[in-house]
């Protein structure tokens, strides 16, 4: 399988050198990985080495080594973006949102906010700005659908009336979803997106990608087993990874 969401720079508080890099692909190659993907935040970049990642990934002939980045994405800063992604020929984008209004709504801190404001209005706002993100063109792939759950805090509205707009922008610019399983690490404890969401992914022909969103070695390829029965469970033929920002498939037999 495959892990197209790992953080070797984890929250910068490790180098990228030879050791750490070996230790993701190491751990890659143990749970029987076939493709790694690198997405580190990209305001970590100044610490980002793409070329000793080149370097050492030819020591692992069984595994497609991968690099992408995880944009923070806020709508006035698709400028930025575009910048950073043109110094480099990366394989893949992750676009997440982790803010929006100036509220960075993913920290222990923000939680107390979650449960004070109405979640209809939140999840609603948050799913604009998801829109926007796929719109963008600058993506392949947005990060933890659902991410604004991640308190357990939900929605009296239907997720999939919330989530509609942002569907249909994924759909019409064949952007991929992934199935991340870093949610069940989270107080809401289950994967992004949720079950409801990933049957409507797949009814629309979204394609599927996996993420551990690993921000240390040791938890590359986490759960990404489970990840691929439920699909299958509900009949997703493969999911994708990435070359030169181009799908690859595997099949999900
Ligand atoms: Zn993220
Ligand atoms: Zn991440």
Redesign the pocket.
């Known amino acids: 399988m495959l892990d197209m969401h790992v953080h070797l720079l984890g929250h910068n508080d490790r180098e990228a050198n030879r050791e750490n890099i070996r230790a993701f692909l190491d751990e890659a190659s143990r749970r029987g990985l076939k493709e790694i993907g690198f997405a580190d935040h990209d305001y970590y970049w100044d610490q980002m080495n793409f070329p000793l990642i080149r370097e050492v990934a030819k020591d692992y002939p069984n595994l497609a080594v991968r690099i992408g980045l ?1 944009a923070e994405y806020r709508p006035h800063e698709e400028g930025r973006i575009k910048h950073l992604l043109e110094q480099f020929s990366f394989d893949f984008v992750i676009g ?1 949102v ?1 803010e929006f209004d100036d509220w960075i709504f993913d920290m222990p801190e923000a939680e107390p906010l979650h449960h004070e404001k109405e979640a209809d209005e939140f999840y609603g706002r948050y799913f604009e700005v998801v829109t926007l993100a796929a719109k963008s063109g600058l993506f392949t792939t947005i ?2 659908f659902d ?1 604004i759950k991640l308190f357990g805090v939900r929605p009296k509205k239907d997720i999939l009336t919330l989530a509609e707009k942002a569907l249909t922008a994924v759909a019409e610019q064949g952007l991929v979803l992934e199935i991340n399983t870093n949610g069940r690490y989270k107080p809401v404890q289950e994967f992004y997106p949720e079950r409801r969401l990933v049957e409507e992914i797949s009814r629309r022909g979204i394609d599927f990608t996996f993420g551990s ?1 690993a921000h240390c070695a040791n938890v590359v390829g986490r759960d990404i087993e489970e990840a691929s029965q439920i699909l299958r469970e509900i009949g997703v033929p493969s999911v994708v990874g990435f070359e030169s920002m181009k799908k690859v498939r595997y099949p999900l037999d």
């Open positions: 995880e997440s982790h990060g933890h991410l969103d």
